[in-house]
């Protein structure tokens, strides 16, 4: 978004403004399909409106939970736009936890996002609390994928806590904090690797830590 635009959308024609202005209120439907269809027409024909992207991330928060056919397509919707939109999303952290009876794409999906929106300190503290359960889990597929996003989160923490350091001019107190972090998922892994009977997922987090030891 272009701060000094005042009216980001003035250099739109007027049918184009008003098409965008009167689709917005029909991201208030109750049809999942008219709220996507609002929504891709926002993304790709609309402007890089910080208040259009949250409500957009509101309207598709409110709609993934449908069923599974339509939660898949919402979720990967969300996917797309949280990579570019992280703020939209951000207050709905919770809502991309995995559930015991979410299917396996559903899952794959959330931890994506869930690693996209670990971008303050306590989204990533939040995170990887979840992530402790989930490289647990019974499905190899996902455990393998959990395993890798802690590896993810402490190449991100490491980022986040450097930029709060040159904010707050307290740099060497926040690298340790993102080293604290590494150290404990270092040993959250090893655990995981004695307890584990899994040998593919043992191997996975085996490389994981290997990474992290390398960041430090």
Known sequence: TNGS???E????SVDHRLLLHSAMPLLKSRNA???????????????SSVKVRSDMGKALVRIHRDRREIQYVVLS?????????????APFLHDFFVKAMDPPFTRLIKLDILISLALEP??????????????RHGDQSFACAAV????????????????HGVKSG????????SVRIALNCLHGLLTLTQACDN??????????????????
């Open 33 to 47: 399909g008219v709220v996507l269809a609002v929504c891709s027409l926002q993304y790709y024909c609309g402007i």
């Open 122 to 135: 306590t989204a990533i503290e939040v995170v990887l609390g979840e992530l402790r359960s989930y490289v």
């Open 9 to 12: 959308d003035d250099e739109l």
């Open 170 to 177: 307290n740099i060497v107190k926040e690298r340790g904090e």
């Open 77 to 89: 919707s969300i996917r797309t736009l949280v990579a570019e939109c992280p703020s939209a999303f």
């Open 5 to 7: 635009n005042i009216h």
């Open 199 to 216: 040998q593919v997922v043992v191997g996975e987090t085996v490389m994981v830590m290997q990474r992290i030891w390398q960041q430090l």
């Open 148 to 163: 890798r996003a802690v590896g993810r989160i402490t190449e991100l923490a490491r980022i986040v806590y450097d930029r």
